[in-house]
């Protein structure tokens, strides 16, 4: 189903004297460049009623059709705070093809990045999920950010594999096909919960913090580190880039349970 009036319906509801110009986040739960996006072009016509209208937005995705945008979203920049996200998980070309088929590559969405931030651009990089025992090795996760802070990204933010109902069945599955000698680990890391263990959370935590200050991609100023990242620990922040900061309004903390509908 693809509604193909969306921006004009949008620009319909931006225009009501009730709308106060709240930051719109798109990417949140479902990816706004999936494929049908290259036919239909819906996104154009809804970054130009957001940004005539005056209001602010994020757009995450791991879908490089957004390239075709950017001339359009640098022209948004000038006029409304913008914010952009790209979800890269690792560099595995084999893991990639076998968890993700179907969407671009790991070296495509770091081509992504960097057109982004040549453009002039925040990017703010999302690394998720991460795979416990798979793509958790500090020498993987090393070679991935020095790839993120070569292509330019203003920020990262490192999450562990977030397993909703539906993806868990699905994840479990591929898991069994793919690496059945895992299975009891992953037990044990989750069990009947979406998250991780907090002891692993914590210990991937204290390994990435070193590496990310090595490539330059924590957070520069206190603003950048906004919470609330939906299918994320509470705790969890947006990458420095990935979220429309103005410099007289910052955000600091994002409605998790609000993204999630939208």
Same mark, same amino acid.
């Given at each position: 189903?693809?509604?193909?009036?969306?921006?004009?319906?949008?620009?319909? &509801?931006?225009?009501?004297?009730?709308?106060?110009?709240?930051?719109?986040?798109?990417?949140?739960?479902?990816?706004?460049?999936?494929?049908? $996006?290259?036919?239909?072009?819906?996104?154009?016509?809804?970054?130009?009623?957001?940004?005539?209208?005056?209001?602010?937005? *994020?757009?995450?995705? &791991?879908?490089?059709?957004?390239?075709?945008?950017?001339?359009?979203?640098?022209?948004?920049?000038?006029?409304?705070?913008?914010?952009?996200?790209?979800?890269?998980?690792?560099?595995?070309?084999?893991? !990639? !093809?076998?968890?993700?088929?179907?969407?671009? *590559?790991?070296?495509?969405?770091?081509?992504?990045?960097?057109?982004?931030?040549?453009?002039?651009?925040?990017?703010?990089?999302?690394?998720?999920?991460?795979?416990?025992?798979?793509?958790?090795?500090?020498?993987?996760?090393?070679?991935?950010?020095?790839?993120?802070?070569?292509?330019?990204?203003?920020?990262?933010?490192?999450?562990?594999? !977030?397993?909703?109902?539906?993806?868990?069945?699905?994840?479990?599955?591929?898991?069994?096909?793919? !690496?059945?000698?895992?299975?009891?680990? @992953?037990?044990?890391? @989750?069990?009947?919960? *979406?998250?991780? =263990?907090?002891? @692993?959370?914590?210990?991937?935590?204290?390994?990435? &913090?070193?590496?990310?200050?090595?490539?330059?991609? $924590?957070? &520069?100023?206190?603003? =950048?580190?906004?919470?609330?990242?939906?299918?994320?620990?509470?705790?969890?922040?947006?990458?420095?880039?990935?979220?429309?900061?103005?410099?007289?309004?910052?955000?600091?903390?994002? =409605?998790?349970?609000?993204?999630?509908?939208?």
């Amino acid at each position: 189903m693809v509604k193909v009036n969306a921006a004009e319906v949008l620009r319909a &509801k931006l225009s009501s004297p009730r709308w106060t110009r709240e930051h719109v986040a798109m990417g949140t739960n479902t990816d706004p460049y999936q494929r049908a $996006e290259g036919r239909y072009q819906l996104m154009p016509g809804i970054i130009r009623a957001l940004a005539d209208s005056g209001t602010p937005f *994020s757009i995450l995705t &791991k879908g490089t059709t957004m390239s075709r945008d950017i001339p359009l979203l640098v022209e948004a920049s000038k006029r409304v705070p913008v914010g952009l996200g790209v979800s890269i998980a690792l560099l595995d070309k084999e893991v !990639h !093809h076998t968890l993700e088929p179907g969407t671009p *590559s790991p070296q495509a969405r770091l081509e992504l990045v960097r057109r982004v931030t040549d453009a002039g651009l925040p990017c703010g990089v999302f690394i998720a999920p991460v795979l416990p025992g798979l793509t958790d090795s500090a020498q993987q996760l090393d070679d991935l950010l020095g790839a993120i802070a070569e292509a330019g990204a203003t920020g990262v933010t490192v999450l562990a594999l !977030h397993l909703r109902p539906g993806a868990r069945e699905w994840f479990a599955q591929w898991l069994k096909r793919e !690496h059945p000698s895992l299975i009891p680990g @992953y037990r044990q890391l @989750y069990g009947n919960n *979406s998250y991780a =263990d907090r002891r @692993y959370r914590r210990r991937l935590a204290e390994l990435v &913090k070193p590496l990310v200050r090595k490539h330059g991609l $924590e957070p &520069k100023v206190a603003r =950048d580190a906004a919470t609330g990242v939906p299918g994320a620990e509470d705790d969890a922040t947006w990458p420095s880039g990935a979220l429309p900061v103005d410099s007289v309004a910052p955000v600091h903390r994002v =409605d998790q349970e609000q993204l999630t509908l939208l």
